[in-house]
């Protein structure tokens, strides 16, 4: 133990202070942006084209465009303000 105290003399301890909770604005703006817009009308069409995909035993078809509609859609929001946000 005394060791211990006479080595520690030489290193200081370091404590760690206690952090937030570090929250993403990236995930804050996209909640956000989702509501907005034509968003929610893309979503909506590409909730629509992964029904009608789901519904057929065999098709070609595939809901890819609307995923990146909507998406660019949400991005486009996004980035008008996540950088302004960012440290």
């Known amino acids: 133990m005394a060791a211990r105290k006479w080595f520690a003399s030489f290193f200081p301890s370091v ?23 034509h968003t929610p009308a893309l979503w909506e069409k590409y909730q629509a084209c992964n029904e009608r995909v789901s519904g057929r035993s065999q098709t070609t ?23 302004s946000k960012l440290k």
């Not at 078809?61 to 950088?83: A, I, P, R």
Request: glycine fraction near 2%; charged fraction near 35%.
């Open 15 to 37: 404590k760690a202070q206690e952090e937030e909770d570090l929250v993403d604005p990236q995930t804050v703006l996209r909640e956000k942006c989702a509501q907005h817009g």
């Open 61 to 83: 078809e595939t809901c890819v465009e609307e995923l990146f509609d909507y998406l660019h859609e949400l991005d486009h929001c996004v980035s008008k303000t996540l950088f």
